[in-house]
């Protein structure tokens, strides 16, 4: 496949990286990493311990850095972020949107199911780091580290020759600082995060067999590729600024998120409209 501006016409080539092989790869490490957050998740005594160490030592950094990254497990932030992808390809927010689905099902169902008491409702509060907001329940698996996951693979789907190299690191890092945030902030443990990386890898690769029919439908339907972009773009903005769900101690991440969806959808649109000369 060709890198493609979202208007039809080609911009860049490259190869995307969701090839035939993909599935099967993320599907098998997120099948092993809810595994192995469920075998964690029963061995109270080494969860605990790992909680503390890691919760502890993370304390080193300013409260607002890891506020900051925990912001960006926001459903609505990753929904505005994969919005502002589309003046390079649609292929990012198509994913997430697609993805969004079966991961929310996944993480949803086993908060329910299994109805693991958060730290705060287990340890001492005040023998640990608790950032912003205090919560007791729905611990497993993570939601903020899965929602970290799509929007990695959404930015790693990317395939710009100038972005290739540097896609999946960063990839990597945005899903470890999410994931490993939540335990910065005294919401997770550390089985809970291992899941929701396990989370967000299986409802990414579920998704993948749809994403290249939808990608070509949208291209198709220029009215309804443009609307989904502004709804997209609307919900990130609007959440950046006044979702009271997110922690006010990261809201620089949460203003930067605005900003560069607000940022992106402009540069989509100009490119819509406004004609080359």
């Known amino acids: 496949m060709r890198w493609r501006h979202p208007g039809g016409q080609s911009e860049h080539t490259g190869t995307i990286p969701f090839a035939r ?11 092993t990493l809810l595994l192995a957050g469920a075998w964690l998740a029963r061995t109270d005594d080494l969860n605990q311990a790992l909680f503390l160490l890691l919760n502890q030592s993370f304390a080193a950094l300013p ?11 926001s459903a609505a932030l990753v929904t505005g972020l994969v919005a502002a992808c589309a003046v390079w390809s649609l292929r990012p927010l198509v ?32 023998g640990f780091v608790i950032i912003d907001h205090l919560l007791r329940s729905g611990a497993f ?5 899965a929602t970290g996951v799509v929007l990695a693979c959404a930015i790693a789907s990317l395939s710009h020759p100038r972005w ?14 999410v994931g490993l945030s939540r335990i910065a902030v005294g919401a997770h443990w550390p089985s809970d995060v291992l899941a929701g990386l396990g989370a967000g890898l299986v409802g990414v690769a579920l998704a993948h067999h749809w994403v290249a029919a939808a990608e070509q439908y ?29 922690y006010p101690s990261g809201a620089w991440m949460s203003t930067f998120a605005a900003l560069a969806t607000i940022a992106g959808a402009a540069a989509f649109y100009r490119h819509r409209w406004i004609p080359r000369r």
């Open 218 to 246: 949208l291209q198709r339907q220029p009215l309804v590729q443009t609307t989904l972009v502004g709804i997209a773009a609307a919900i990130g903005t609007t959440a950046g600024w006044w979702d009271r769900g997110l």
């Open 21 to 31: 092989r993909w599935p099967a790869g993320p599907l098998l490490a997120g099948t």
């Open 141 to 145: 698996p993570s939601g903020h580290t």
């Open 164 to 177: 290739r190299r540097w896609r999946w690191p960063l990839a990597l890092f945005f899903a470890l600082a």
């Open 95 to 126: 994913l997430a949107l697609l993805a969004s689905l079966p991961t929310a099902l996944l993480v949803q169902g086993l908060k329910r199911l299994i109805a693991e008491p958060r730290p705060a409702a287990v340890l001492p509060q005040d």
């Open 63 to 73: 409260a607002g850095w890891w506020a900051g990254w925990t912001n960006l497990g």
